[in-house]
Nanobody, 116 residues
Framework: QVQLVESGGGLVQPGGSLALSCAASGFVFSVYTLNWHRQAPGKERELVAS????????NYAESVKGRFTISRDNAKARVYLQMNSLKPEDTAVYYC?????????WGQGTQVTVSS
C-alpha cells in the first residue's frame, strides 16, 4: 500500500531554514508527480510545491517562491522541501502527497513552527 512518511519539521526562528523529507513506498515512485502541502491552524490545506516525475518541472505557491525549493531522489524514493528565509506565517503542518489512480494519498504530516 502507498505510504508517505514526512520528517524534518521543528521549531525555527524567523529567517531560519529547515529541510523536510518525505519517504515513499508502495508504488513506483519515479512515475508520479509529488507534492508538498501545508495546513495552518484554522486554515484550509494549501498546495505549496509540486515536482514532476523527472524533477524538471517545479511549481510553487506565490507565497513561497524564491524561498522554498522542492527536489526529489527517485533512487531513494524521497521528495524534499528546502525552506529558507522562514516567516511566522509559514507555521503549519506540512504534508507530502501523491495522486494515484484518481486518489490522493497523504502522509501523517510534520509540524513546522516559525517563532522567536
Amino acid at each position: 500500500q502507498v505510504q508517505l512518511v514526512e520528517s524534518g519539521g521543528g521549531l525555527v526562528q524567523p529567517g531560519g531554514s529547515l529541510a523536510l523529507s518525505c519517504a515513499a513506498s508502495g508504488f513506483v515512485f519515479s512515475v508520479y508527480t509529488l507534492n508538498w502541502h501545508r495546513q495552518a491552524p484554522g486554515k484550509e490545506r494549501e498546495l505549496v510545491a509540486s515536482i514532476d516525475r523527472f524533477g524538471g518541472s517545479k511549481n510553487y505557491a506565490e507565497s513561497v517562491k524564491g524561498r522554498f525549493t522542492i527536489s526529489r531522489d527517485n533512487a531513494k524514493a524521497r521528495v524534499y522541501l528546502q525552506m529558507n528565509s522562514l516567516k511566522p506565517e509559514d507555521t503549519a503542518v506540512y504534508y507530502c502527497s501523491v495522486v494515484q489512480l484518481g486518489r490522493r494519498y497523504w502522509g501523517q504530516g510534520t509540524q513546522v513552527t516559525v517563532s522567536s
